[in-house]
């Protein structure tokens, strides 16, 4: 549950994932890229370092990165992608991965993720499957990475069958989540960030999200909140991580808003210039609870909440909101039967009987959700 106050400003936050031989820590705050350095270093001392990034990231602190890596005794090499949706492919998986062999890291070295939820999980990937596994640590460089992808060992590459379709757990050694890194975001970036951020409140958290709306305005601002947000989200997330490591149980819980979102996302084309993920999870929770509500599960007013909130940040909250439309109820249908939680067929969704009140409903009707989707893109 939430913490009751921030952290003075300026202090460092570890989150400890605890996942015995596999556990890592998560550096929290502003400054901590400063220290990234000397505690990579200490994973592999005297090694070398494929540092995976693409090519706005890494124009910002790849080689700031590469030279501290260096002066800690490191023999570091910058690997660039594009930026975007589009680098979590096979072409590119593959390019990563020969960089990584061709800079001839072995089995004792290190992949080092710097940039965005792609990025990590592309770099985590290919960790993951070069020399049958890599060691590699998160640098985080987004709000929405910080506080979901770079933790919790999910990695993977895009189908055109769907999102995140091919790929492996691979939990890394070291996450480090310099919050000053999201002083450069753009505004769209920040706000897609804060969608995964409300999430662990509206899963089983509710004085988080109320603590979310009295200071989303601090939280966008480069303050203790902000920090404190992150440090919120990522013990959530890890003390979920630590009891289902592989998402065999509630893990899924995490995936609250996703099934909608993943499938808005192919509707898109994963064209990041209409929809970038965290909108399409803003819209996806606040599908989940409206749909909930009409099941008669989630309080009208609940539902309510949760869109007025995510609005009043401008977020989207409707499939009216996706610049160029997003198809029939149908084509949405049938893109959520690609969904990883599917079983035998039955759609599985993550649900609400309200705020903080989160569930995993498997076998959730088909008939049900096209009819619902079909309301909503009446405008009902």
């Known amino acids: 549950m939430t913490q009751a106050k921030p952290a003075p400003s300026g202090a460092l936050q570890t989150v400890h994932v605890a996942l015995g031989a596999r556990a890592y820590d ?27 990034t693409d090519a706005r990231v890494g124009a910002l602190y790849g080689q700031r990165l590469a030279d501290d890596l260096s002066r800690a005794g490191l023999r570091p090499t910058l690997v660039s992608v594009p930026p975007g949706e589009g680098s979590k492919s096979f ?6 991965c020969d960089a990584i062999l061709a800079a001839r890291i072995e089995r004792g070295d290190l992949v080092v993720a710097l940039g965005g939820g792609v990025i990590g999980d592309l770099a985590g990937f290919a960790a993951a499957i070069t020399r049958r596994g890599l060691r590699f640590v998160q640098i985080p460089t987004t709000l929405l990475a910080q506080v979901d992808s770079s933790v919790g060992g999910k990695t993977g590459i895009n189908s055109a069958h769907g999102k995140n379709l091919v790929g492996a757990f691979h939990q890394p050694s070291l996450v480090i989540a310099d919050t000053a890194l999201l002083d450069s975001l753009s505004e769209r970036e920040f706000r897609a960030g804060y969608a995964e951020v409300v999430k662990y409140g509206l899963i089983d958290d509710p004085a988080f999200f109320a603590w979310c709306e009295t200071n989303a305005e ?16 990522c013990r959530a997330k890890a003390a979920v991580v630590a009891r289902d490591e592989r998402e065999d149980g509630d ?22 210039s209409r929809l970038v993920h965290g909108e399409a999870v803003a819209i996806g929770m ?19 909440r949760v869109g007025v909130h995510l609005a ?6 409707r499939l009216q909101d996706v610049p160029g439309g997003i198809g029939t109820a ?17 759609l599985t969704f993550i649900l609400a009987r309200g705020i903080g009140r989160s569930f995993i409903a498997r076998g959730v009707a088909a008939a049900d959700v096209r009819d619902f989707l079909v309301g909503e893109l009446a405008g009902a």
């Open 91 to 96: 072409p590119r998986l593959i390019e990563v």
């Open 330 to 346: 149908e084509t949405l249908v049938e893109a959520m039967a690609q969904d990883k939680k599917v079983k035998r067929g039955e």
């Open 251 to 272: 893990r899924a819980l995490l995936n609250l808003g996703h099934t909608f979102a993943h499938a808005l996302e192919r509707a898109t084309g994963y064209d990041g």
């Open 312 to 317: 009043s940040l401008g977020l989207p909250t």
């Open 286 to 304: 606040a599908l989940a609870f409206r749909f909930s509500a009409m099941q008669g599960l989630c309080p009208q007013e609940d539902a309510a």
């Open 218 to 233: 601090a939280i966008f601002g480069p303050g203790p909140a902000r920090d404190h947000a992150v440090a919120v989200s």
């Open 26 to 52: 998560i550096v929290i705050g502003r400054g901590a890229l400063a220290e990234a350095g000397s505690r990579i270093a200490q994973l592999a001392p005297g090694g070398k370092a494929a540092i995976v």
